[in-house]
């Protein structure tokens, strides 16, 4: 099994597996406005919605909305294990204007392993302007890239095909 199967497939058990938790959950204001949880996973809530900048700091397994920190945030600006907003930094993945993590994908992204965007910086990047060891771009600053990309465009299509009849 390549790499890039496995990492699409930790990217999915994550995001399935946070969803899934946040869905079946009750929520609480708290002091600062922000709509959190009651089901707690050791110590942590599982859900919070914000909508206050002033507990930027507290964590959830699921962060919602405005500044916030999660293994799995979806909002304008905050931090997790995944992260999709306008400004997202992600350990593993990283989506939107400004996106970091291993891998990442936006506006301008900073990928340790892989960047995609308009200014993309990372080993491997590809975007107008890329930046990296291995690269392809309009403006690529390092070796050309394309047999790398198109390699990794081979693996990224068999690990995220779906195959309804179950044949190989």
Do not use: C
């Not at 204001?29 to 507290?58: C, F, K, W, Y």
């Not at 590809?126 to 050309?144: F, I, K, N, P, Y």
């Amino acid at each position: 099994m390549s790499i890039v199967k496995r990492f699409v497939g930790l990217l999915v058990v994550i995001v399935v597996t946070t969803l899934g938790m946040a869905l079946f959950t009750s929520t609480v204001e708290d002091a600062h406005g922000n709509r959190v949880s009651t089901t707690q996973v050791m110590g942590v809530p599982v859900l919070r919605i914000n909508a206050s900048t002033d507990d930027v700091e507290s964590p959830a397994i699921v962060s919602v909305g405005g500044p916030g920190v999660g293994v799995l945030y979806v909002g304008v600006a905050g931090a997790g294990v995944v992260a999709m907003g306008a400004g997202g930094a992600g350990v593993l993945f990283g989506l939107g204007q400004l996106a970091t993590g291993l891998l990442a994908i936006g506006q301008i992204s900073i990928g340790l392993v892989f960047a995609l965007g308009q200014l993309a910086i990372g080993s491997a990047s590809l975007g107008q302007l890329a930046v990296g060891w291995r690269t392809r771009g309009q403006g690529s600053e390092s070796r050309d890239g394309w047999r790398f990309i198109k390699s990794l465009n081979a693996e990224l299509e068999e690990a995220l095909k779906f195959d309804w009849r179950g044949r190989k």
